[in-house]
Nanobody, 127 residues
Framework: QVQLVESGGGLVQAGGSLRLSCAASRRTFSKYAMGWFRQAPGKEREFVAAISWSGGSTYYADSVKGRFTISRDNAKNTVYLQMNSLKPEDTAVYYC????????????????????WGQGTQVTVSS
């Protein structure tokens, strides 16, 4: 079992930045691929970014590529999402998720691959 707790959400003006953090409870965090997803009101959950457990492989949704950066610190059992140049359309609840992975090069972009989810943190970008 892996418990995930997100933090760092809030209200920011368009063009601003936020850094989300996701702390994991399990010691074997370093063997889990991690992902960030978001869900805006009235919309389906969508993939944002993913990172392999080695940290060597990352992948981004086209909508955030060049603006968001996913990273992880396995010594701190934490994954981050640095969000720059925020837009009103980035407004959503952001969730982190963990997926057991067979090697350090794996990452996943679909929700059903992830076994564990956090409770979410609200990000609101005002225009």
């Amino acid at each position: 079992q892996v418990q995930l707790v997100e933090s760092g959400g809030g209200l920011v003006q368009a063009g601003g930045s936020l850094r989300l953090s996701c702390a994991a409870s399990r010691r074997t965090f370093s063997k889990y691929a991690m992902g960030w997803f978001r869900q805006a009101p009235g919309k389906e959950r969508e993939f944002v970014a993913a990172i392999s457990w080695s940290g060597g492989s990352t992948y981004y949704a086209d909508s955030v590529k060049g603006r968001f950066t996913i990273s992880r610190d396995n010594a701190k059992n934490t994954v981050y999402l640095q969000m720059n140049s925020l837009k009103p359309e980035d407004t959503a609840v952001y969730y982190c998720a963990a997926a057991p992975a067979p090697s350090g090069s794996y990452y996943y972009t679909v929700g059903y691959e992830y076994a564990y989810w956090g409770q979410g943190t609200q990000v609101t970008v005002s225009s």
